[in-house]
Nanobody, 121 residues
């Protein structure tokens, strides 16, 4: 079993940067792909980015491509989401999850509790 804890959220202004962290416990963490998802009020949870177990393959939603970067450090059991040029529409609760390298929520089985990101205009 894997337990995930997100951190790094906060209130920033449009154009600012923020880095989220997803810290994992469990010996098998490095065997899984990790995804970041977000959910804005009144909206469904949506895919943001994912990274393979080795870190060699990454995928991004079109809405964040070129602005967000996902990375991982398996020695630290941590995955990061570097977010640049933030926009008000990036405001959401951000979740990390482990599973397969896919954008499909159903393929992820272990989830963190989420961290709030608020971007003011």
């Amino acid at each position: 079993q894997v337990q995930l804890v997100e951190s790094g959220g906060g209130l920033v202004q449009a154009g600012d940067s923020l880095t989220l962290s997803c810290a994992a416990s469990g010996r098998t963490f490095s065997s899984y792909a990790v995804g970041w998802f977000r959910q804005a009020p009144g909206k469904e949870r949506e895919f943001v980015a994912a990274i393979s177990w080795s870190g060699g393959v990454t995928n991004y939603a079109d809405s964040v491509k070129g602005r967000f970067t996902i990375s991982r450090d398996n020695a630290k059991n941590t995955v990061y989401l570097q977010m640049n040029s933030l926009k008000p529409e990036d405001t959401a609760v951000y979740y990390c999850a482990t599973g397969r390298l896919t954008a499909r929520i159903s393929e992820y089985h272990y989830w963190g509790q989420g961290t709030q990101v608020t971007v003011s205009s």
